[in-house]
């Protein structure tokens, strides 16, 4: 068995996309479901949004994550 390279290993991959400059500034990011399925995991994914006190919303095969712990309302 193969070691991932680096920028794909779980723990990587997730410090890198919540260090971005829009989460640190508290704004929304994207990410493909299938490369948070397929790197971290849906269920490692979900508890470091909780962890962080972030949400999030699927639709159309991405996850759009709010990166503060302000509610999120769905208008339509």
């Known amino acids: 068995m193969s070691t991932p390279a680096p920028h794909m290993h779980p723990d990587y991959w997730l410090r890198t996309i919540f260090a971005s400059q829009a989460a640190i500034r508290g704004g929304?990011?994207?990410?493909?479901?299938?490369?948070?399925?397929?790197?971290?995991?849906?269920a490692a994914f979900e508890r470091e949004l909780k962890r962080r006190g972030y949400h999030a919303?699927?639709?159309?095969?991405?996850?759009?994550?709010?990166?503060?712990?302000?509610?999120?309302?769905?208008?339509?």
């Open 57 to 76: 919303v699927e639709n159309a095969g991405q996850f759009v994550i709010f990166c503060n712990n302000e509610p999120v309302r769905i208008l339509c």
């Open 28 to 42: 929304v990011i994207r990410r493909s479901v299938r490369d948070v399925e397929m790197i971290v995991g849906r």
